[in-house]
């Protein structure tokens, strides 16, 4: 995600007490959108910055993969989706 994205969100309250947060990052480069499911709602401005952690980690444990595996590593993050849009 470049400096230049903005990344808008829509929360959806659960049956289960869960949040389901849908969010877009706006960027013309690399379009994405995914999932973040929560155990509780929060403010926006935590959830913006529990999506920039996630997105930092996921861009992080990348950039250490084995170059000469073809695989991606795998992702235990079973409340966080990322696609390209």
Known sequence: MNETASIRITTKALNSGNCQ???????????????????????????????KVRLARRREALLQANPFLSIAPSQDDHHFYLFSA
Do not use: A, C, R, S
């Open 21 to 51: 947060v849908k969010f877009f990052i706006e960027d013309e480069t690399n379009p994405q959108y995914g999932y973040l499911l929560l155990n509780e709602t929060k403010p926006v401005g935590d959830i913006l910055e529990e999506i």
